[in-house]
């Protein structure tokens, strides 16, 4: 039985691979990661994400495991969130966080930009509805000073009302004083984060290497 | 003089002028040095009879000796700046030569002007280098290092500094010993200790040249820190080598134990250098803390503590430069935090000024003390030198990119590999080094002109034509991008993201540890050295705060909102409207009485005049002080952002009644006096309206508190109790001037404030 299971998930694995652009000894190590996580389980459940001490003094951490869960990230075109994930699933998560190739083309380059990006934007699109509203990105920035105490909390709306009128400036220039805003749009996303190089920021270093004595421990 | 400036145009003249005056200065120095009696008076008295007979007072006498190291020095970097500045009035030429390479010239020139005087003239002391001309410079490098791309890059440079340089001072100097040990060339008597001190000196990239030059290619982040950081950080492994060799050649034999010291030595040199760096940056960090009652000398503590740990590290042996970069990126996030905001500016501009100062006086000595010194010309021996340092360079470079690709993410590509190997300049460091050579070295001579040319090579051939390549084989450039609120907010949304993904894979990497030391540095380290509650400030408000403290500077001064586009969006354009709106002529009445009141105050600045206002009362500008009414001006134009989106809340007026007249307007005002909004709302009074007078009106300016974070020292939003107060105040002022039914309708029309 081992043989013919190991057999079975090194095909897997191989298709997993070419479908998610990791190499075999990531998806290995990623699925030793997966089994630690779910505690041997076929599938990931949010209760098992949120047990993770690293994330604890994490303020996005109830979006990054919202993250995982949610299913447009999961390449299915629907809003929803799902409730358990299968290592398929989350190696598509995790592979927004592949860094970019050395030798890209232009095209190939953009459609990676475009992949984090909506991301990025799916993270602040909680209600699915394909823009970002001002409460929403208050929220965000609320969540993101949310360990800064009193102060952060405050400023933060002012902050994301800033960076609203900001986004309100430079994607629709002159507004007559009775237009409303409606929120950003994938498009203005993109726009207002023309020059952020998200693709080589964007990347977490998956090892080569056997990660599981480097664990930082759940 | 209208005949000299019909006569020559513009530019022209003012070239002759400054030529003109550099001849007068350089004559007048060289006559007056000439030892000068105190009784050499213009008016006559006579010489011969000097003992006991009376002199005629001298009304009018020349001491030069009392003033002359003062009046040289200053003539000097006088001289040095009129240079700087005649460069820019010809643009051809700025746009095509860099300037390192005219000041060369320009100090070649004038190093020959002095020989033909018959003077000596002055050779680039290395003490006064080091000493005085290089701390500036990289003072301002080390305080102004763009941190991020510094620490995600630093196992790079630290590889190409140390290996890249180890490996071009052996490279250089074994083959340089090979080259002598040729019959043919007549130096059999170098021999491999000289040749290693020699290779050594010359094989560090120069972080002076390296900045003059790639300062005004604008090259994309990367290259340029790499390059950069590369030339700061091999002080150390420059000083280590060439006192090594120093020793050596001295001593003249190499043993093992020697070679292990040296390694020993590299350690303690460059963590020593770091080490003290630290420690004066803390200690600087710790005394701004304190300067809260004494903000006039709050740049001087940056200044004096970073030179202090310069010196404190030199008097050791041990790295200045890297003393000098670790002080000022350990201080600067602290000491920002703590001083004012002139005083950052002052900082920011002095050391600008001085680091500009030193550059151009190097240069320029550089360029004379070629003339001056001593010469040795070798034809082969130097041109061997040039030819060496281009290939081990790029030798180097390709060696080392290929190993390092492999643990980097964002691979360096061959366009980068080539700018960072064209890129590395020599400069006044090797030439200082040189000098400082004993005169035992018998090959002094030679090594210094070999020096010189190298520099003379690197600053003019690759400075020159750095910038045509660059735009030849399209290197990606900087991003001339303001800062924008979005991206900042990106920026530490990613930080979390990656830290929290890196938390889900399971692994400790760059951002837990990133992490870890923020968290470190925000509960211990902040809270002693950043006064007040500021320490517990994250970056993102601090960002914020200071681009609106930017943009409130900048309304100040221009007048109007800054926006890169012109763009009418406003506030009130994204708040979701819960209430059906007012009509639009309303609105616009509203806005109409706001923005006059703005620009009453508008009037008292040096900005454009609306002509409905042009009259105005002189009386009123003696009662109150400019910066009282600035500080007003700021906080209204901030307001009518604030009182618009609270207008369109308040002012619920039914659909049917359309009619705009001014007294209905007011009538309809004040019968809705009951406001409604979801917010917490500041209760309104409606006294009885005297008739308001000017001096009314300044006194309630002179009560309007000042906004906290708009003052230098930021103190945090303590300010929202009083910014209601503020909004109360307002209001209450706007409605009491709506409400006054005025005398005369017609007048208010025009100018609804005129009696507020």
Same mark, same amino acid.
């Given at each position: 039985?081992?043989?013919?299971?190991?057999?079975?998930?090194?095909?897997?694995?191989?298709?997993?691979?070419?479908?998610?652009?990791?190499?075999?000894?990531?998806?290995?190590?990623?699925?030793?990661?997966?089994?630690?996580?779910?505690?041997?389980?076929?599938?990931?459940?949010?209760?098992?994400?949120?047990?993770?001490?690293?994330?604890?003094?994490?303020?996005?951490?109830?979006?990054?495991?919202?993250?995982?869960?949610?299913?447009?990230?999961?390449?299915?075109?629907?809003?929803?969130?799902?409730?358990?994930?299968?290592?398929?699933?989350?190696?598509?998560?995790?592979?927004?966080?592949?860094?970019?190739?050395?030798?890209?083309?232009?095209?190939?380059?953009?459609?990676?930009?475009?992949?984090?990006?909506?991301?990025?934007?799916?993270?602040?699109?909680?209600?699915?509805?394909?823009?970002?509203?001002?409460?929403?990105?208050?929220?965000?920035?609320?969540?993101?000073?949310?360990?800064?105490?009193?102060?952060?909390?405050?400023?933060?709306?002012?902050?994301?009302?800033?960076?609203?009128?900001?986004?309100?400036?430079?994607?629709?220039?002159?507004?007559?004083?009775?237009?409303?805003?409606?929120?950003?749009?994938?498009?203005?996303?993109?726009?207002?984060?023309?020059?952020?190089?998200?693709?080589?920021?964007?990347?977490?270093?998956?090892?080569?290497?056997?990660?599981?004595?480097?664990?930082?421990?759940? | 003089?209208?005949?000299?400036?019909?006569?020559?145009?513009?530019?022209?003249?003012?070239?002759?002028?400054?030529?003109?005056?550099?001849?007068?200065?350089?004559?007048?120095?060289?006559?007056?040095?000439?030892?000068?009696?105190?009784?050499?008076?213009?008016?006559? #008295?006579?010489?011969?009879?000097?003992?006991?007979?009376?002199?005629?007072?001298?009304?009018?006498?020349?001491?030069?000796?009392?003033?002359?190291?003062?009046?040289?020095?200053?003539?000097?970097?006088?001289?040095?700046?009129?240079?700087?500045?005649?460069?820019?009035?010809?643009?051809?030429? #700025?746009?095509?030569?860099?300037?390192?390479?005219?000041?060369?010239?320009?100090?070649?020139?004038?190093?020959?002007?002095?020989?033909?005087?018959?003077?000596?003239?002055?050779?680039?002391?290395? /003490?006064?280098?080091?000493?005085?001309?290089?701390? *500036?410079?990289?003072?301002?490098?080390?305080?102004?290092?763009?941190?991020?791309?510094?620490?995600?890059?630093?196992?790079?440079?630290?590889?190409?500094?140390?290996?890249?340089?180890?490996?071009?001072?052996?490279?250089?100097?074994?083959?340089?010993?090979?080259?002598?040990? @040729?019959?043919?060339?007549?130096? &059999?008597?170098?021999?491999?200790?000289?040749?290693?001190?020699?290779?050594?000196?010359?094989?560090?990239?120069?972080?002076?040249?390296?900045?003059?030059?790639?300062?005004?290619?604008?090259?994309?982040?990367?290259?340029?820190?790499?390059?950069?950081?590369?030339?700061?950080?091999?002080?150390?492994?420059?000083?280590?080598?060439?006192?090594?060799?120093?020793?050596?050649?001295?001593?003249?034999?190499?043993?093992?134990?020697?070679?292990?010291?040296?390694?020993?030595?590299?350690? +303690?040199?460059?963590?020593?250098?770091?080490?003290?760096?630290?420690?004066?940056?803390?200690?600087?960090?710790?005394?701004?803390?304190?300067?809260?009652?004494?903000?006039?000398?709050?740049?001087?503590?940056?200044?004096?503590?970073?030179?202090?740990?310069?010196?404190? &590290?030199?008097?050791?042996?041990?790295?200045?430069?890297?003393?000098?970069?670790?002080?000022?990126?350990?201080?600067?996030?602290?000491?920002?935090?703590?001083?004012?905001?002139?005083?950052?500016?002052?900082?920011?501009?002095?050391?600008?000024?001085?680091? &500009?100062?030193?550059?151009?006086?190097?240069? @320029?000595?550089?360029?004379?003390?070629?003339?001056?010194?001593?010469?040795?010309?070798?034809?082969?021996?130097?041109?061997?030198?040039?030819?060496?340092?281009?290939?081990?360079?790029?030798?180097?470079?390709?060696?080392?990119?290929?190993?390092?690709?492999?643990?980097? @993410?964002?691979?360096?590509?061959?366009?980068? /590999?080539?700018?960072?190997?064209?890129?590395?300049?020599?400069?006044?460091?090797?030439?200082?080094?040189?000098?400082?050579?004993?005169?035992?070295?018998?090959?002094?001579?030679?090594?210094?002109?070999?020096?010189?040319?190298?520099?003379?090579?690197?600053?003019?051939?690759?400075?020159?034509?750095?910038?045509?390549?660059?735009?030849?084989?399209?290197?990606?450039?900087?991003?001339?991008?303001?800062?924008?609120?979005?991206?900042?907010?990106?920026?530490?949304?990613?930080?979390?993201?990656?830290?929290?993904?890196?938390?889900?894979?399971?692994?400790?990497?760059?951002?837990?540890?990133?992490?870890?030391?923020?968290?470190?540095?925000?509960?211990?380290?902040? %809270?002693?050295? @950043?006064?007040?509650?500021?320490?517990?400030?994250?970056?993102?408000?601090?960002?914020?705060?200071?681009?609106?403290?930017? /943009?409130?500077?900048?309304? +100040?001064?221009?007048?109007?909102?800054?926006?890169?586009?012109?763009?009418?969006?406003?506030?009130?354009?994204?708040?979701?409207?819960?209430?059906?709106?007012?009509?639009?002529?309303?609105?616009?009445?509203?806005?109409?009485?706001?923005?006059?009141?703005?620009?009453?105050?508008?009037?008292?600045?040096?900005? %454009?005049?609306?002509?409905?206002?042009?009259?105005?009362?002189?009386?009123?500008?003696?009662?109150?002080?400019?910066?009282?009414?600035?500080?007003?001006?700021?906080?209204?134009? %901030?307001?009518?952002?604030?009182?618009?989106?609270?207008?369109?809340?308040?002012?619920?007026?039914?659909?049917?009644?359309?009619?705009?007249?001014?007294?209905? %307007?007011?009538?309809?005002?004040?019968?809705?006096?009951?406001?409604?909004?979801?917010?917490?709302?500041?209760?309104?009074?409606?006294?009885?309206?005297?008739?308001?007078?000017?001096?009314?009106?300044?006194?309630?300016?002179?009560?309007?508190?000042?906004?906290?974070?708009?003052?230098?020292?930021?103190?945090?939003?303590?300010?929202?109790?009083?910014?209601?107060?503020?909004?109360?105040?307002?209001?209450?002022?706007?409605?009491?001037?709506? #409400?006054? *039914?005025?005398?005369?309708?017609?007048?208010?029309?025009?100018?609804?404030?005129?009696?507020?």
């Amino acid at each position: 039985m081992g043989a013919s299971q190991s057999a079975r998930t090194e095909h897997e694995f191989q298709d997993l691979a070419d479908r998610t652009g990791f190499s075999l000894e990531q998806i290995g190590n990623l699925n030793k990661r997966f089994r630690q996580l779910s505690k041997n389980e076929e599938t990931l459940s949010r209760q098992d994400l949120a047990s993770i001490s690293a994330l604890d003094n994490n303020p996005l951490r109830a979006q990054i495991i919202n993250a995982f869960f949610d299913k447009r990230n999961l390449r299915q075109n629907e809003a929803g969130t799902v409730q358990v994930i299968g290592f398929e699933e989350f190696l598509m998560v995790m592979s927004h966080f592949r860094p970019a190739a050395m030798h890209i083309t232009e095209e190939e380059r953009e459609k990676l930009r475009r992949e984090k990006l909506r991301f990025l934007f799916n993270m602040h699109d909680t209600d699915s509805d394909g823009t970002i509203t001002l409460e929403e990105y208050r929220r965000a920035v609320e969540e993101l000073l949310s360990k800064a105490g009193t102060i952060g909390q405050e400023t933060a709306k002012a902050i994301a009302d800033a960076a609203m009128l900001e986004v309100a400036s430079t994607t629709r220039g002159k507004m007559e004083p009775d237009e409303f805003y409606e929120g950003i749009t994938f498009e203005n996303f993109l726009q207002i984060l023309k020059t952020f190089d998200i693709e080589t920021r964007m990347h977490v270093r998956f090892l080569n290497m056997d990660t599981a004595t480097m664990r930082c421990g759940k | 003089m209208p005949a000299f400036s019909c006569a020559f145009p513009g530019y022209r003249r003012d070239l002759l002028v400054i030529v003109f005056v550099v001849f007068v200065g350089i004559g007048l120095h060289v006559e007056a040095s000439a030892p000068a009696y105190p009784s050499h008076g213009t008016e006559g #008295s006579h010489l011969t009879n000097i003992t006991n007979t009376k002199k005629t007072f001298p009304v009018l006498a020349v001491n030069y000796q009392h003033v002359r190291k003062p009046f040289e020095i200053a003539l000097w970097i006088l001289l040095a700046l009129l240079m700087k500045l005649g460069f820019h009035l010809i643009p051809r030429l #700025s746009g095509v030569v860099p300037e390192s390479c005219l000041l060369i010239v320009v100090g070649l020139l004038v190093g020959g002007l002095i020989k033909v005087i018959g003077e000596e003239p002055p050779v680039l002391d290395s /003490q006064l280098f080091f000493l005085c001309l290089l701390p *500036p410079i990289i003072l301002d490098a080390g305080y102004f290092l763009p941190i991020r791309p510094f620490t995600e890059n630093v196992g790079t440079i630290l590889v190409f500094a140390v290996i890249g340089t180890l490996w071009n001072a052996f490279f250089m100097g074994g083959l340089l010993y090979a080259l002598c040990q @040729i019959e043919s060339v007549g130096l &059999s008597g170098v021999d491999l200790l000289a040749c290693l001190l020699f290779g050594s000196i010359v094989s560090a990239v120069d972080p002076v040249a390296v900045l003059a030059v790639f300062e005004e290619i604008h090259i994309n982040e990367l290259v340029h820190i790499l390059v950069f950081g590369e030339s700061l950080l091999n002080d150390a492994v420059t000083v280590v080598l060439y006192n090594l060799f120093d020793e050596f050649s001295k001593v003249g034999t190499v043993t093992i134990l020697d070679v292990f010291l040296g390694v020993v030595c590299f350690f +303690v040199v460059s963590l020593g250098g770091i080490l003290v760096g630290a420690i004066y940056g803390f200690l600087a960090a710790f005394t701004s803390r304190f300067t809260s009652h004494t903000r006039v000398i709050e740049p001087l503590f940056v200044f004096l503590y970073s030179y202090m740990a310069y010196l404190s &590290s030199e008097m050791f042996h041990l790295s200045g430069i890297m003393a000098l970069i670790a002080c000022g990126v350990v201080m600067r996030p602290y000491v920002e935090a703590n001083i004012s905001h002139k005083s950052y500016t002052t900082t920011k501009y002095f050391l600008k000024m001085w680091s &500009s100062v030193s550059e151009t006086l190097i240069f @320029i000595f550089l360029g004379v003390s070629t003339v001056a010194g001593p010469h040795a010309w070798n034809w082969t021996f130097v041109i061997t030198t040039v030819i060496l340092c281009l290939v081990s360079r790029v030798l180097g470079v390709i060696g080392l990119t290929f190993i390092i690709n492999k643990f980097r @993410i964002v691979k360096l590509t061959k366009k980068d /590999q080539f700018i960072v190997a064209y890129g590395g300049l020599r400069g006044a460091i090797a030439f200082s080094l040189g000098y400082l050579l004993s005169n035992s070295h018998k090959m002094r001579n030679l090594f210094l002109t070999a020096i010189i040319t190298v520099i003379f090579f690197t600053v003019f051939v690759q400075g020159m034509t750095i910038r045509p390549l660059v735009e030849l084989l399209a290197v990606k450039k900087k991003k001339e991008s303001k800062p924008s609120i979005n991206e900042e907010i990106h920026t530490e949304f990613l930080d979390h993201l990656l830290t929290g993904v890196e938390g889900v894979c399971g692994h400790y990497g760059h951002y837990h540890w990133k992490e870890k030391l923020n968290r470190f540095n925000k509960t211990y380290v902040k %809270r002693w050295l @950043i006064a007040g509650e500021n320490f517990k400030e994250p970056e993102l408000i601090a960002f914020y705060r200071k681009m609106e403290l930017k /943009q409130a500077i900048m309304m +100040v001064e221009s007048g109007q909102l800054p926006s890169a586009l012109p763009s009418t969006v406003s506030m009130q354009n994204i708040q979701p409207r819960v209430i059906p709106r007012v009509s639009k002529k309303q609105e616009e009445e509203i806005r109409r009485i706001l923005r006059s009141n703005l620009q009453n105050n508008k009037q008292k600045m040096r900005s %454009r005049s609306y002509s409905r206002h042009t009259l105005f009362d002189a009386d009123e500008e003696d009662n109150v002080s400019e910066v009282r009414l600035r500080k007003t001006k700021m906080e209204m134009e %901030r307001r009518v952002s604030v009182m618009e989106r609270r207008m369109s809340h308040y002012l619920t007026v039914p659909a049917n009644r359309e009619s705009p007249r001014p007294g209905v %307007r007011r009538v309809r005002f004040e019968s809705d006096n009951q406001v409604f909004s979801a917010d917490s709302v500041p209760t309104v009074h409606f006294e009885q309206p005297s008739p308001p007078s000017t001096p009314d009106a300044v006194s309630l300016e002179e009560e309007v508190p000042k906004r906290p974070s708009l003052k230098a020292d930021i103190e945090g939003p303590r300010g929202n109790a009083s910014d209601n107060h503020q909004e109360e105040l307002d209001y209450q002022r706007l409605a009491r001037c709506l #409400s006054d *039914p005025g005398p005369n309708k017609d007048k208010e029309e025009d100018n609804p404030f005129m009696s507020c």
